[in-house]
């Protein structure tokens, strides 16, 4: 097996993993960062962005992506496509594999790979996703002013997605599977007092609507089998997220969810060395800016970590 030496190595791509990049390359790093099963990460499945600085006529999510990695590689980061299969952190310099046949030697590792929204699993849901189907309310909620909007699930989030809604959109419903909700009772007060959030108890999405111009409905049945569709412009998931971290059991600590447990206000995990950055150990915000953010502290750390190793 081929083995090659870095200083620092980044897995996953996104703002985090690309920012992180930009900020080691330019600290003259080398960089080599491996883009994933999905480069640019989730911001590729959203349409318009408005919420990003510096871009007041909004970006797409891929341009935005495309952007960043230009600058990354502008400034001497080597990004190439390729998933790492394995890691050894128990031992330094740590050893990464990548498609399972070419190994690679790093002084540092930043850990980027993400968290993935989960989905009900609908065919029609993966059709539309990204034409009226999305799984963050921040990110694409401004789009549907003044439209009618669901939101799936009944915990916290899903009652804080709705609320946020309920203040941009004409109509929010709250499909709910069981026939109660799960969040705290301030959050389910907050819901059931809002004029125009909808909670439908004890239904299910049978099917996501629409044509060619994106989603127009959503295909419902409730426990006792009937059926009913509601006209929406959106169809919110609020059903939770999955950290990207399998990869990492047993090396790095992860909490009760899976995410990446890192020093508060740090990137710094329990290996000397390994940094996390972006939604892989956030979640709570995961927006792309804090991502990003969370990626330029990373390379900072590596950068102070590589000059102080040796003292």
Avoid at 133 to 153: I, R
Avoid at 164 to 193: E, F, P, W
């Amino acid at each position: 097996m081929e083995t090659e030496s870095v200083k620092c190595l980044i897995i996953g791509s996104g703002p985090a993993g690309y920012t992180a990049a930009i900020y080691a390359a330019r600290a003259n790093l080398s960089p080599v960062l491996y883009e994933g099963l999905e480069p640019g990460g989730q911001l590729t499945t959203t349409t318009h962005i408005e919420n990003f600085p510096g871009h007041p006529d909004r970006i797409t999510g891929v341009q935005l992506m495309e952007d960043i990695k230009a600058q990354a590689v502008k400034y001497g980061a080597d990004v190439r496509y390729g998933i790492v299969t394995a890691v050894d952190f128990s031992k330094k310099p740590f050893d990464i594999t990548v498609d399972g046949r070419h190994t690679i030697e790093a002084e540092t590792v930043i850990v980027a790979t993400g968290a993935t929204a989960k989905y009900l699993g609908l065919e029609s849901e993966q059709l539309y996703k990204g034409m009226g189907v999305s799984a963050c309310a921040t990110c694409d909620g401004f789009l549907y002013k003044g439209k009618n909007v669901a939101v799936v699930g009944g915990g916290d989030t899903a009652c804080e997605e709705a609320s946020y809604l309920a203040g941009i959109c004409n109509k929010v419903y709250m499909i709910v599977r069981k026939d109660y909700l799960r969040a705290s009772k301030a959050m389910q007060h907050r819901v059931m007092t809002t004029p125009n959030i909808e909670i439908l108890f004890g239904h299910n999405t049978v099917q996501v609507l629409g044509d060619e111009n994106g989603v127009n409905g959503v295909l419902l049945r409730n426990s006792e089998g009937a059926e009913k569709v509601i006209d929406v412009d959106g169809f919110f998931l609020a059903i939770g997220h999955h950290p990207n971290t399998e990869l990492f059991k047993g090396q790095l600590e992860l909490d009760d969810a899976g995410y990446i447990v890192t020093k508060p206000g740090t990137p710094i995990t329990n290996i000397e060395g390994v940094f996390a950055a972006g939604d892989v150990q956030d979640p709570h915000y995961r927006q792309a800016i804090t991502a990003a953010g969370s990626g330029c502290m990373a390379a900072l750390e590596v950068e102070h970590y590589l000059m102080t190793k040796d003292e």
